[in-house]
């Protein structure tokens, strides 16, 4: 993958750089709860900062549905991000017109502008090529910084990158190496991960990754619809049952690529889902009550994966492997996830992890400064692993 980035833009000294970046932060009261966003931001900010451009930051701010919804406004960001530059951030009212035209040339070179909610306008999502040449004329180049908002063909991701030089930010080109690393040009052999409760949301990246895995492991609900479609009794576990032929079709593509599925050998039940309740490692086959359910992947699962985890120079990583958030059921992902990123930390491995709850379940064992990479971007990086085009990355290609 070979994309533009701000070291093939030349001398910026004088110019105004369009930023979009990912500032759809919480918040709570108007204030900011995590800030995680804003500091991803930081480098590329620094960057432009220091090479003498102007820096024009963009953003979206919830839904607003393309109308000015003042409790949606982004200027309650500009404290947070002041006090983390440790320089000033000017704020406009617009994104585009004469209001955003004279703040940024009223700022120096160096100088930081936050421009209001780009949704506040019908022409973003639209990806409208007049709203898009608006926002083009502000500045004298664009860099999306926003990977999280790549798989959308939006105004201020995708239609502003034909209409400027386009280039890469900082936060960008970490998540496309770590990408490129893992499933573009991987270090063989390769595993997979996918966990998560449903086979039906994750048809695409599951028939996508057989074709490109040497393993693949399949854990959480979603395992149970594996099982139950090879006629294992799974009890009253939450599975899709009318997904069992797509279940079986997936094996069999698996199996015709070359790809070894990891279904679970065993696995822990319990009647109820609550923390310290009591429960039983079951291997596979076993016969089941009607109130037991599959809470998470048992010890022989676990240790076979940690073993083929080993035997592998990449692991990609997206969703988890039991009901992690109650304890115990989260045993199988803490114990998995200890042992990749011991194995990462080591330079042995190259761990990367992304996607919804993946990310909740890699803080929850505490291993996500250990880990390769782990992306924050939902749905991109889901796109991503499916193998689909993103706008927002296509546009800055070379």
Known sequence: ???????DAGSLVGKTALVRVDFNVPMEDGKVTDDTRLRVALPTINKLRDAGAKVALLAHFDRPKGKVVPSMSLQPVVDDLEHLLGAPVRFASDCVGDEARAAIADIDAGGVILLENVRFHAGEEANDPAFSAQLAELADLYVNDAFSAAHRAHASTEGVAHLLPAYAGESMRRELDALDAALGNPRKPVIGIVGGAKVSTKLDLLKNLVGKLDRLAIGGGMANTFLFAQGIDIGGSLA???MADTALEIIAEANARGCELLLPVDFVVATEVKPGVANRAVPAGETLSADDKILDAGPATVARLIEAITASKTLIWNGPLGVFEV?????????????????????????????????????????????????TAGGAFLEWMEGKALPGVEALKT
């Open 1 to 7: 993958m070979t994309f533009r980035t701000l070291d």
């Open 240 to 242: 899709e049952r009318d």
């Open 327 to 375: 304890p115990p059921f989260d045993a199988a992902t803490v114990s998995v996830a200890h042992h990749a990123a011991a194995l990462a930390k080591a330079g042995v491995l190259i761990a990367v992890g992304g996607g919804g709850d993946t990310v909740s379940a890699l803080n929850h064992a505490g291993v996500v400064d250990d880990m390769t990479f782990v992306s």
